[in-house]
């Protein structure tokens, strides 16, 4: 214990260790208590709020970022956002980071105290946000005074206001800011461009491993992915890539939401009465006004059997609320309301999904030490499809979205996960999501494994899942007032509730959709293979025939390639309507699969059933088939 | 121009017969061809109680263009089929390796290209499936392995109508089993009795100590795995000449397999048995038990790998090994993971082997 004493002590300077050192002689067993400010508490538990050795850049991109959209959200404003990432001084592992946006801004009064002191926040209501506890900004800020002498530099434009700039330090002994300097800014000196907006530039001493370094690129390209109507320019020592706006559509913003009921404590009580105190409200009518799904009737009835007897809201004691408290965990109320969450919708994914941006650092451009060794690369899925569930879970409304990419230029299998539109790009080995994808059988596409082994024999996984082996990328998005992480640091979502039986039925749900697609995907695979092999493979056979016995090699020829195309088509019972449509006719006269055709009608309305909740979009499909017919001419020749 | 050889006529005629039939498949009935061919494999290997030995089943695979994996094998047929039909045309023989070389192509465009053969493995398939096809093995159409098989003793060898005598007065060199049958035939055999070896090391060793002299033996081994004219010869021997067949090989799992190949067959070849196997030949050693009864020094002994031991405990699964005595012997070889070879005797001198161990064994068989 007196050790512990000490080492706290020791922190605090010099000029007390030595009283204190004295005390903890002569008393051994006396504590002091001392309180912490906030900012030295955070700066001590940096781990909690995820600003962990390796992540700390990390960690800034994504607050800095978050901060801006959520800042550009709030008032329907499409984002336009600088980000940049720069090696100030590599022996002392010194960074500068800035990013820029055309958000709403700060106040001119409000910026130190917004940027500096630690649980400061507009973000303190019950309502789907990014971030959430007014801690980021305020990490970076106490990061750069702790491990640096330069100042967090920070220039902001609200509305109705001229552009502010300051110079600003942390006091992380009182969670206080120090203002070194302002003054407002103009013309040449003016960062911002549009009537809003707001940059920050700190700098921060951390090291940047490969790693973590794929990380930041991933979380921005990710990050791109949800918010394609984001403008969004990324700059490094590797190079400058720009995500560009895909979409002019933004999500509904969120809105903040009465607490639902069941979610009542002794202290939201409180607070409710307290914001009705000096208008002579009734309990009943606090009650009714202050929670969601709960009616006049129903505060009554609730008030009665808690058997309270009416008087002023204000002159209640804790120990009569506490029975409020107590009926409302057993009484009944509706599920509680969705509508104020703000889902990314299937528009949106649906853009995020068909442009996808990947950024490619290109190796040989970075030996020869030219400065553009960065691009970003859209890759294009040959279709896509979307479901959500909106559900119940441990009483928090939750929105789940899930979508799926397929082919084209899609590579190999990969996962993505979102909460409240952020990235998760750590622990996915314990995600919910992870368990989903291995508990929904790819049996649900009617694919099996040999097929789809045999197909995509190239690609290399460690894992033995059949999902794993196809060009697929699987998107989860989980939206809610109070995402289930399983740790502090954010990144992965925790198996609570029904949340991962919703997330299957909606996985499950996409497989169905896409399992057509897919199928005739493979199909098509398999068919292009094996015209190419026919195409090949035929003069050997021929050859072979025609130099041991008498035949006619031309006439035998021509008859087999015609044999092989008749097979393979005849064998196309689901797509060869689409593929060939010009061979309708040749193929009714040949046919001896006449069914065929009407299993095609079947499969196409089927595609066409889809429930409003869930859709597969096709895309560059006509390139593909136009791919195919060609082939098929080729060995018609 | 066809061959003057009767049989190379029929042989072509067969491979005429199956072109005909897959290009009226295309031309007339307008389906897709496909060769039916006997199925080899464990699967598909029976034990005949009969015969004694291992005989193919009825089982048969369908070989047709209808899949990716089965179009490049047809073509392999048909293209194998016809080189074999040229060579006897030719009136030429090759080796298996020939073979290969003659049919090697590329397939494809520049942007898909791959070799017709991924290896000689697939060539041998393909001549396999050739055999199995027209019911009739390769050395009839003229196509052989490299010889490797040796032979000393008593016997006199017609190759082609040059004479061989293969009882090398000089003991220092063994003759060489030709593999081309068709033109090899024996003469004279002298001896008394078969005595078939593992490996080369161990029948040079025998030689020199004047063993066939001595006991009036012919020595024949096939160098590890024997091939067909080895087996064919000891089958000759025994079923022709009527002379007993002895066996030895090494002490592990690899060598028992070997002794059983000229005894009961192998699966691979169990179409080809009634040509390849020797019922009535013993396998008289190196047995587990020999490597406690003749107490060989630890030094000399070997440690079972993993791979030996899979392989026991496979052979104890096959139904036609299901006698006491090879189970006994496995038993005891899984237990104590220890195996010997035939050169261990070198230990007690140069002579034991041929002097004591094999006396010892032939006189316990009663073959002396």
Not at chain 1, 111 to 138: D, H, I, M, N, W
Not at chain 2, 230 to 240: D, G, Y
Not at chain 2, 281 to 302: C, H, Q, T, W
């Amino acid at each position: 214990m007196t050790s512990k004493v000490t080492t706290e002590v020791l922190e605090k300077g010099t000029k007390q260790v030595k009283t204190i050192l004295q005390l903890a002689q002569k008393q051994k067993t006396k504590i002091r208590y001392d309180k912490k400010a906030e900012s030295e508490f955070f700066v001590d538990n940096s781990a909690l709020a995820g600003f962990t050795g390796e992540r700390i850049l990390y960690m800034s991109v994504r607050e800095l970022i978050e901060n801006s959209l959520d800042s550009c959200e709030i008032n329907h404003i499409l984002p336009v956002i600088h980000l940049r990432l720069k090696l100030l001084d590599g022996l002392n592992d010194l960074w500068t980071i800035s990013c820029k946006d055309n958000g709403i801004g700060i106040p001119s009064e409000k910026v130190p105290v917004a940027v500096c002191s630690f649980l400061t926040s507009g973000k303190y209501v019950e309502k789907q946000q990014r971030g959430l506890f007014g801690v980021g900004l305020k990490m970076i800020a106490a990061f750069s005074t702790k491990d640096t002498d330069h100042p967090l530099r920070v220039w902001s434009k609200s509305e109705e206001e001229s552009e502010c700039y300051f110079d600003l330090r942390t006091d992380i002994g009182t969670n206080k800011p120090i203002t070194l300097f302002k003054k407002n800014v103009k013309n040449v000196e003016s960062q911002i461009e549009g009537e809003s907006g707001f940059k920050v530039e700190a700098v921060l001493r951390a090291k940047l491993s490969p790693i973590t370094k794929n990380k930041i690129y991933d979380y921005v390209s990710q990050t791109s992915i949800v918010n394609p109507y984001a403008i969004i320019t990324f700059e490094t020592d590797e190079g400058k890539v720009t995500f560009k706006r895909r979409t002019e559509i933004m999500p509904n913003p969120s809105r903040e939401v009465l607490p639902h009921p069941y979610d009542m404590d002794l202290k939201t009580l409180k607070k409710a009465i307290l914001n009705f105190m000096n208008q002579k409200t009734t309990l009943q009518g606090i009650l009714s006004n202050s929670f969601q799904k709960m009616s006049n009737d129903k505060a009554k009835e609730i008030i009665t059997r808690a058997g309270l007897p009416i008087k002023p809201a204000d002159k209640y004691d804790e120990h009569e609320l506490i029975k409020v408290v107590n009926v409302c965990k057993h009484t009944k109320f509706q599920s509680p309301n969705t509508d104020h969450l703000s889902p990314i919708g299937e528009k949106i994914l649906t853009v995020g999904m068909t442009s996808e941006y990947s950024i490619i650092l290109n190796k040989e451009t970075a030996n020869s030490g030219s400065q553009a060794q960065l691009s970003a690369k859209i890759l294009k899925p040959a279709l896509t499809a979307y479901s959500s569930r909106i559900c119940v879970v441990n009483n928090r409304p939750t929105i789940v979205e899930c979508g799926i990419a397929y082919g084209g230029d899609i590579p190999s299998f990969k996962l993505f996960r979102f909460a409240n539109k952020i990235p998760l790009l750590y622990d996915e080995g314990s995600d919910v999501a992870r368990e989903v994808i291995s508990e929904v059988g790819i049996n649900k596409m009617g694919i099996s494994k040999k097929e789809v082994k045999e197909q995509f024999s190239h690609v290399e996984t460690k894992s033995d899942r059949t999902v794993e082996y196809l060009p697929i990328h699987i998107f989860f998005h989980i939206c809610s007032t109070k995402i289930p992480y399983k740790t502090a640091g954010k990144e992965s979502i925790a198996s609570e509730g029904d949340l991962k039986k919703y997330m299957k039925s909606c996985l499950s749900d996409l497989y169905r959709k896409v399992s057509a697609q897919i199928r005739r995907e493979l199909k098509l695979k398999e068919d292009e293979n094996k015209l190419r092999l026919y195409k090949h493979y035929i003069p050997f056979i021929i050859n072979a025939i025609s130099e041991s016995i008498k035949i006619d090699s031309k006439k035998l020829s021509i008859a087999f390639q015609n044999l092989a195309e008749r097979y393979v088509s005849g064998e196309l019972t689901n797509i060869a309507k689409q593929i060939f449509p010009d061979s309708n006719q040749k193929r009714n006269q040949m046919n001896d699969k006449k069914n065929t055709i009407n299993n095609d009608n079947e499969n196409e309305l089927n595609l066409n059933k889809f429930d409003t909740r869930s859709s597969v979009s096709k895309h560059g499909n006509k390139t593909k088939l136009d791919k195919i017919k060609k082939h098929h001419k080729i060995t018609k020749k | 121009m066809a061959p003057k050889d009767r049989r190379h006529q029929e042989i072509n005629n067969k491979i005429r017969k199956i072109m005909k039939n897959v290009g009226d498949d295309i031309l007339i009935k307008g389906i897709m061809p496909s060769l039916e061919i006997p199925k080899v494999g464990y699967d598909n290997t029976v034990w005949s109680d009969e015969k004694r030995m291992l005989t193919i089943g009825n089982k048969t695979v369908q070989i047709g263009p209808n899949s990716s994996k089965k179009i490049p094998t047809f073509a392999q047929y048909l293209v194998m089929a016809n080189a074999i039909r040229k060579l006897l045309d030719e009136e030429m023989e090759s080796t298996i390796r020939g073979m290969y070389y003659a049919t090697l192509s590329t397939v494809g465009d520049e942007k898909n290209q791959q070799k017709f053969w991924s290896g000689q493995d697939d060539s041998d398939d393909a001549i396999k499936a050739i055999e199995l096809l027209t019911n009739v093995p390769r050395e009839e159409f003229s196509v052989t392995s490299k010889p490797k098989g040796m032979i000393s003793g008593p016997i006199t060898l017609s190759v082609g109508g040059d004479l061989i005598d293969c009882n090398l007065g000089s003991r220092a060199t063994s003759q060489l089993i030709p593999t081309n049958i068709r033109d090899l035939e024996i003469v004279k055999v002298k001896a008394d009795f078969v005595m078939v070896v593992e490996k080369d090391t161990v029948l040079n060793n025998i030689r020199k100590s004047g063993f066939i002299q001595k006991y009036n033996a012919i020595l024949l081994t096939g160098s590890g795995e024997p091939d067909r004219a080895t087996r064919m010869m000891v089958k000759m021997l025994n079923e022709k000449w009527k002379k007993p067949v002895v066996i030895f090989a090494d002490a592990d799992p690899w060598g028992l397999g070997i002794a059983l190949r000229y005894k009961i067959g192998s699966e691979s070849l169990s179409y080809d048995s009634d040509r390849l196997v020797t019922p009535n030949s013993k396998v008289l050693g190196m047995m587990f038990s020999d490597i406690y009864e003749y107490n060989i020094p630890k030094v000399a002994r070997l440690a079972a790998t993993q791979e030996d031991l899979n392989r026991a405990n496979d052979m104890k699964k096959k139904p036609w090994l299901q006698d006491k005595r090879w189970k006994k012997e496995l038993d005891l070889f899984l237990k104590n993971k220890e195996k010997c070879e035939l050169d261990a005797f070198f230990k007690y001198g140069f002579k034991y082997l041929a002097d004591t161990y094999l006396p010892n064994k032939l006189r316990e068989a009663g073959v002396i």
